[in-house]
Structure formats: structure tokens, C-alpha cells
């Protein structure tokens, strides 16, 4: 293998993507690069003449070849159609979509009438956990998948030759295949997307009446709590309505907790601290909520991980920093996670190294006699 | 004025604090720098120490002069008690408290046997509005407060030397003076601080039963609306405990919004899209919350700066990260923070270095030549 040559991948083209927008435009990208032959189609030509000048493919022509792969990357309320003409379109090819609910897409295509349902065991949805602000093919990207999570959604309907070539498209961009049942799927996205909108959305619609003493006490927790509340109303209703379901039922869950909380300080509220149980009822909620925040795993998908931390003091002079990690590379510790804080006024940053927790005791001790300053606690 | 001289102040010295964590030691820090001499005490010896070797000041003695000011920065249940004894202690200085609650200090003094309640005009309650994950001495920082809202609650029982002294150390610590009462204040921060705990707390407690693969979709806005939920259980069960009555009123008003919220998606999942007005339901609590995310004031002042950032993917050896920041060096861009993110599937980081934006293509340039793989978009 000499450099020039692409690296090796699973996916057997051509591969045909419909939709060339953010997602179907990076996923074009990311094949191109990698070597694979990439059919474009949207009905908009100029969204498909800049998917094309980004290098995502070659618009589709009634010479094509017929595709291995179909990738559906429309908007939500045409997957299903969409995803049914591809099936009868290409009697031979695995089809897949990257819409952010999967329950509703196979509801859908089970809810065609038979004689015009197409042999469905070909389709297996996905939904690959990726975005950003900028949205649209000019914000494209050949990494945008790189280490993230991309959900592969087999009800039991799918082939196993159907699953497997989606799962070989996300290897081969990068991302961190996860299989889950639909229910499953629309079950997690309520949990860790859904409900956090939900409750955002409230707490910042508070504030809407809240005097303007009250904002000017707003802090970086306020601000990261409501973030989300800035999201598109119709778009997210929209979101919202098609997972009604799952999000309901967590919602429900989550008004259980809530009102053991109000009662809990009502109480303290009338009677004080002497409101047995009731502090009990409070530093549990928060406990949880610990529990829950710890088991999130970091940025790129790599799973939660318990790490021990070691914090230093790291004079503000440029080399200094990487003078330190150089010698916890000698040392022979691998750093898991480095966070750095700097304080322009103190001349000196604090680097907290996380490490594996037996590594702590050794790295502390090798780089206090290397003469850094160590601060434990 | 030569550059060795510090900054000149409004703030008497000495300033005695009491309790060295993040906050007292973070006022320590500030004033010292700024040529204030401060007096610290600490229950905790290593808590002293560390503080003192950060710079915070210099532990109490039996020689010391009497303070003109003292900031108790104590866990808010032994606030009043120490307040108490402080005022006692010296009869002339003005006493402050850092609390996060103030009707509940207020009420604890005037609940003080008549006999045994010192002259407490010398006394004013205030907030900064400054905080961190870290606690402790080791997170503090000189520039804690920075363009950050401090409270000075004043219930009409301070006198007009002690407001305007507790009103010159905020000023001269880089915070922004607010004036409420203390029952204004309790209101405002159940809405911009209480409430929004609370509900990171119970988003994030949902998280702690669900299947792993569920976590493994997190993504930005999950971490963002439950970063909060990573505090400490006691001392946040306090806090809510000390503002009881406002924040269950708050979220007494919270549930009937959610209950709406909850009602409209059962009804589209009962009955789909038809069900009459659901979909505006969701449309108008998200629309609601959008107003009250826009109230929001930013950040104020210079404190925050905008930074460009260049993302790397660092191979998973010890060393590694040292050599490409030992390359950034060489190339002469300055780090101005840095996070590290890994994914132990990937056997890859991910380092996100942050620099000045005219820096990010040099730096971006210069890394891929030296043989990096670095991440756009």
C-alpha cells in the first residue's frame, strides 16, 4: 500500500445519495474520498451542483450503473415514500435512510399497501448522531461522522446482508456503529435529546416574565441549561409530534420526580429542616442527577470512562505545557483527558491530566521530583 | 503609576475571610493582587495552606490587626453563627456573607436572642454570581468575579458605610454591583439559578437507568443542559433548602406548563397529527421559550473572548500529545485553552486547540505538513 492509494473500505459501490444537503453531502464527501464511486440526485439542481462541486459525487444519469447502496437523506416528511421508490427503483440494492426518527419511517413503509410495497428486507434505517449549526451541503464535511455515534436500526425486518452494508458505511466514515431496535432508538433520542428540549424550553419560558434585576443574575449554568430553548419552534414540534410517544412516557416519569422535589421543599418550607425526610428527598435528586451526568459519555463518542485526575501548575510561559506532557510521556503515563485553565492575572495555568486511576500516585510522585508543583484535592 | 504598581482600590485593608474553598480563597487572591492585605481562617488546615500557597493571603494570628471588612465564605449552614461571631469578634468592622440565599442569613440574625445579637447594621448580605465546578482552593482564581453580578442585599437593616463597603470590594474585585432586597434576590435566583438546577438535575437522574446504548447517542445539548447536575448533592440540597419557598413556588408554576407539554403529546400520540391544537401546544412552548432564552443578557464585559479552534487527531501513545503541542510551539501559535477528548474504540483523541483566529489557518497548515490529521468543521 504506497500513500497515494485511498485507504482500504468495506462499502461496495457505487453508492446513490438522495438529498444532497448537510448530511447526504458529507456522506458523498466522505465515500468520494475513500475511493468509492458516488451517484448524487436532489431535486434541487442547485443543491446538486454544489454537493458536486464539493467533490460529494457525480450527479445521477440514465447511464449509471446500479447501485450496491442507497442512501435516503431528504427531509424527515419524505423519507418514506422516498425510501419506497429506491426500493422498487433498484431491485437489488440495500437501501438506508438518516432521518432522526426511526419508529415512524418503518411504521410507514409497513403501512403501504401490500401489492405496492416493495420487498422491504433490503431496508435497514439509520441515524448517524451528527450535525452542526451550518446546515445545507455548503456545510459539508468528509469527517463530519468521525467518532460519532451512528445508530443502525434493525426491527427484525432487515437482511443480514442489509445491516452489514450499513454498518460497513459508517466504519468506513468514521463513526461508531450502534445497533437498536427502532423502539429502541426513538426510546434513547426521547432521553438524551427530546426531553432535555422539553425541559430547557420551560425553564428559559420562565424567565420571559421574570424581572430584569432577576436576568442580570444569569450565569454560565443558565446559559447552558436554556442553549437548546433557542431551537426553531416548528422544527422542533415537528421533532416533538414524531416521537410523541416515548416522549410522553418519559416526560411522565420525569413529572413523578419533580412533584417528590416540590413536596420535599414545601415541607421545608412550612417546618424547616425539622421536615423529616425531606433534605433526604433533595440531596437524593441531586445524587441522581450526579449519577446520570456521569454516565454521559465525552464529546466524540468514546464511552463514560472513571479517570483519575492529577492537577499541576504550569507556569504561563509559551513550551511550558508541552515541556509537561513530554515528561508525563517519559514517565510512561497516558494522558485519557487534559483540561487547562488559565488565568491571564496569576501567570500560572492549572493542567488537570486524567489518567488511568492506578497511573495517579505514580505520575504524582515522578512529577513533583521532576520539580512541578502538584495540587492534590 | 509604573506597571509594578498594582491597581489602586477602593477596599480598606485588612480584610479578614473566612473559609478558604473556591470562593473565599478566590477573594483572597483578588484582593492580594491587588494590594490588599488579607487574613484568612479555615476550619481545615489543608484547606488553609493551600490557600495560603496560592497567594490568597496570610493565615490568622494572634497579632493581627483588626480587619476593616469581613467576607465569611463559609458553607451556608454554619453562615449565620459565623457572621454572628465575626461581628462580635470586631465590634468595628463592617461583615459580609457569599451565600447563595440571603432572606434565610437575614431571618437567622434576627432571630438571635435580643441579648446575644451583636450590632448587625455593620452587616450586609451579598451573592457573587460566580461559581464553578471545581471547588475548593484549587479552582479559585483572582479573576473569579470578574464582570460577573454580585449582589448586595440590603433589607433596610444595613448601614449606608457598610453597603458602600461591601459595594467597593465587589467593585474592586472586577464584579458588577446589583441592588436588590433580600427577598428580590431569593426570587431571582430560584428562576436564573434554582429552577434550572433542578430541572438538569432530574433530565440528567433519567440517564442513570438507561441502557447504555441510549448514553452512547449524547450529544452537545445533552451535556449542555446537564452540565449543572454535576454538583455537589449537599451543598446544592442546602442551597435549595435555604430558598425553599421560592423555588417550589417557581416550579409549582413550571409543572402546569409541562403538564401542557405532556397533555398535547399523549393527544398526538392517542390520535396523530389531528388532534386539535396539540401541535400548537408544542409550537407555543417552545416559542416561549425561545423569549425567555432571548432575556438572557451575554457575558458581560471583555472577559469572554472569542477564539478560533483547530482540531487533531492525536494517536492514543504516551507522548503524543506533549509532541504536538511541543509542535504548535515551534510553530509559534499560542495555546489559549485546550480540551482533550477520547475514544478508547478509536485507540484516537481528539485535541481541540484553541487559538487566536487569525492563527487557525498557520496552525491548520503547518500541522498537516509536520504530518498531523487535523479535523475541520
Keep these: 500500500?504506497?500513500?497515494?492509494?485511498?485507504?482500504?473500505?468495506?462499502?461496495?459501490?457505487?453508492?446513490k445519495v438522495v438529498g444532497t444537503g448537510l448530511l447526504g453531502a458529507s456522506v458523498g464527501l466522505g465515500l468520494t474520498t475513500r475511493g468509492v464511486h458516488v451517484i448524487l440526485e436532489d431535486i434541487s439542481p442547485t443543491a446538486l451542483a454544489l454537493a458536486?462541486?464539493?467533490?460529494?459525487?457525480?450527479?445521477?444519469?440514465?447511464?449509471?450503473?446500479?447501485?450496491?447502496?442507497?442512501?435516503?437523506?431528504?427531509?424527515?416528511?419524505?423519507?418514506?415514500?422516498?425510501?419506497?421508490?429506491?426500493?422498487?427503483?433498484?431491485?437489488?440494492?440495500?437501501?438506508?435512510?438518516?432521518?432522526?426518527?426511526?419508529?415512524?419511517?418503518?411504521?410507514?413503509?409497513?403501512?403501504?399497501?401490500?401489492?405496492?410495497?416493495?420487498?422491504?428486507?433490503?431496508?435497514?434505517?439509520?441515524?448517524?448522531?451528527?450535525g452542526r449549526e451550518r446546515s445545507g451541503a455548503a456545510g459539508a464535511s468528509a469527517d463530519l461522522f468521525a467518532a460519532r455515534p451512528w445508530v443502525i436500526a434493525d426491527g427484525g425486518t432487515s437482511s443480514a446482508e442489509a445491516v452489514l452494508a450499513v454498518r460497513a458505511l459508517a466504519v468506513d466514515l468514521g463513526a461508531i456503529p450502534v445497533a437498536?431496535?427502532?423502539?429502541?432508538?426513538?426510546?434513547?433520542?426521547?432521553?438524551?435529546?427530546?426531553?432535555?428540549?422539553?425541559?430547557?424550553?420551560?425553564?428559559?419560558?420562565?424567565?420571559?416574565?421574570?424581572?430584569?434585576?432577576?436576568?442580570?443574575?444569569?450565569?454560565?449554568?443558565?446559559?447552558?441549561?436554556?442553549?437548546?430553548?433557542?431551537?426553531?419552534?416548528i422544527l422542533w414540534a415537528s421533532i416533538l409530534a414524531g416521537n410523541a410517544a416515548p416522549v410522553a412516557r418519559a416526560l411522565r416519569a420525569l413529572q413523578g420526580d419533580l412533584e417528590r422535589v416540590v413536596g420535599a421543599?414545601?415541607?421545608?418550607?412550612?417546618?424547616?429542616?425539622?421536615?423529616?425526610?425531606?433534605?433526604?428527598?433533595?440531596?437524593?435528586?441531586?445524587?441522581?442527577?450526579?449519577?446520570?451526568?456521569?454516565?454521559?459519555?465525552?464529546?466524540?463518542?468514546?464511552?463514560?470512562?472513571?479517570?483519575?485526575?492529577?492537577?499541576?501548575?504550569?507556569?504561563?510561559?509559551?513550551?511550558?505545557?508541552?515541556?509537561?506532557?513530554?515528561?508525563?510521556?517519559?514517565v510512561g503515563v497516558n494522558i485519557e483527558d487534559l483540561r487547562l485553565e488559565h488565568s491571564p492575572r496569576q501567570k500560572v495555568g492549572m493542567a488537570t491530566l486524567a489518567v488511568l486511576p492506578s497511573a495517579v500516585k505514580t505520575l504524582e510522585d515522578a512529577l513533583e521530583q521532576r520539580g512541578w508543583r502538584v495540587v492534590y484535592g
Design 265 to 330: 421543599l414545601e415541607a421545608v418550607s412550612a417546618r424547616g429542616l425539622a421536615a423529616s425526610g425531606s433534605l433526604q428527598v433533595l440531596v437524593a435528586a441531586i445524587a441522581a442527577g450526579n449519577a446520570g451526568v456521569a454516565r454521559i459519555p465525552g464529546k466524540h463518542g468514546g464511552a463514560a470512562r472513571r479517570y483519575g485526575e492529577v492537577t499541576v501548575l504550569v507556569p504561563d510561559r509559551p513550551g511550558e505545557l508541552g515541556r509537561l506532557l513530554v515528561e508525563v510521556g517519559e
Design 180 to 233: 437498536l431496535t427502532p423502539a429502541e432508538h426513538d426510546d434513547a433520542v426521547a432521553l438524551v435529546s427530546h426531553v432535555p428540549q422539553v425541559a430547557a424550553s420551560l425553564v428559559a419560558s420562565a424567565l420571559a416574565e421574570a424581572p430584569e434585576e432577576a436576568l442580570a443574575l444569569a450565569g454560565q449554568g443558565l446559559r447552558d441549561v436554556t442553549r437548546v430553548a433557542a431551537g426553531d419552534p
Design 52 to 130: 458536486r462541486d464539493l467533490g460529494a459525487g457525480v450527479p445521477a444519469s440514465a447511464e449509471d450503473p446500479q447501485p450496491a447502496l442507497v442512501v435516503v437523506a431528504t427531509p424527515p416528511d419524505v423519507v418514506v415514500p422516498t425510501v419506497a421508490a429506491q426500493l422498487r427503483a433498484h431491485p437489488d440494492a440495500v437501501v438506508t435512510d438518516v432521518a432522526s426518527v426511526k419508529g415512524l419511517v418503518v411504521d410507514g413503509l409497513a403501512a403501504l399497501p401490500e401489492d405496492g410495497r416493495p420487498r422491504w428486507e433490503r431496508y435497514v434505517g439509520s441515524h448517524p448522531m451528527a
Design 1 to 15: 500500500v504506497t500513500e497515494d492509494q485511498p485507504p482500504a473500505v468495506a462499502t461496495a459501490g457505487p453508492v
